[in-house]
């Protein structure tokens, strides 16, 4: 089965980095994605990993290393509105659904 | 345009009713999901259908019955509400299998039983 692992929680300040680790193990490897949910909405799509290395998007990057079982979403400039809970998934071992991690709940302050 | 469209978005009940939430996709997906979320935010898989057939059911209680009249449609229907069914359920869509294609999720539905 897959077992997915990440903070629950996290906080940083307007205009910092902040890094979101994810572990995971999984019986046949189809590809990481990242989701990002805000308060009371519903989870939006960031980004999808499959190759080793880091995909750079704007402000967020996802890295992915295969053989340590590892995804970090990297999130730069930091806004009030990049407060929200950030999901890391994978397909399970037949390709039929997305399994969630328990999301890292990410706090940013003035 | 909604591309997932899910209704109603907040349900209030009472323990042992029964109620159904609707759930259409605009997307041209074969694939429709139900996805629970709990209080503490925890997303898991309830059902999966392929082209209105049934492709997975975790150990969901048989009180929840799923169905889908066709591939845009999948409809979550559920008796005998416990306290423990409250929750946000969400619809996703996506295209067949979950290998490479991301998920769209509908806005959700507040399911409170009292």
């Known amino acids: 089965g897959q077992n997915i692992d990440q903070p629950t929680e996290m906080t940083a300040t307007e205009g910092a980095i902040v890094q979101i680790n994810c572990t995971y193990q999984?019986?046949?490897?189809?590809?990481l994605f990242w989701y990002q949910q805000h308060a009371g909405e519903a989870p939006t799509f960031l980004s999808y990993n499959v190759l080793d290395g880091l995909e750079e998007k704007g402000r967020f990057s996802s890295f992915l290393s295969r053989s340590k079982g590892y995804s970090y979403l990297l999130l730069k400039e930091l806004q009030m509105k990049d407060s929200a809970s950030y999901l890391c998934?994978?397909?399970?071992?037949?390709?039929?659904?997305?399994?969630f991690g328990k999301g890292t709940t990410l706090s940013v302050s003035s | 345009d909604t591309a997932v469209s899910q209704t109603p978005k907040y349900l209030v009940t009472q323990m042992g009713n029964d109620k159904s939430i609707k759930c259409e996709q605009n997307?041209?997906?074969?694939?429709m999901y139900w996805y629970k979320q709990d209080s503490k935010k925890f997303l898991k898989i309830m059902f999966s259908?392929?082209?209105?057939?049934?492709?997975i059911n975790e150990t969901v209680p048989n009180r929840f019955s799923p169905k889908s009249p066709d591939k845009a449609h999948l409809n979550l229907h559920i008796n005998s509400l416990e306290l423990g069914d409250s929750a946000v359920y969400f619809c996703?869509?996506?295209?067949?299998?979950?290998?490479?294609?991301?998920?769209?999720f509908g806005e959700g539905s507040r399911l409170t039983v009292l």
């Open positions: 998934a994978v397909p399970n071992q037949a390709g039929t659904a997305l399994i």
């Open positions: 999984t019986s046949g490897f189809n590809g």
């Open positions: 997307l041209g997906h074969d694939t």
């Open positions: 259908y392929n082209n209105k057939e049934l492709i």
């Open positions: 996703a869509s996506g295209p067949s299998g979950g290998n490479t294609g991301e998920l769209f």
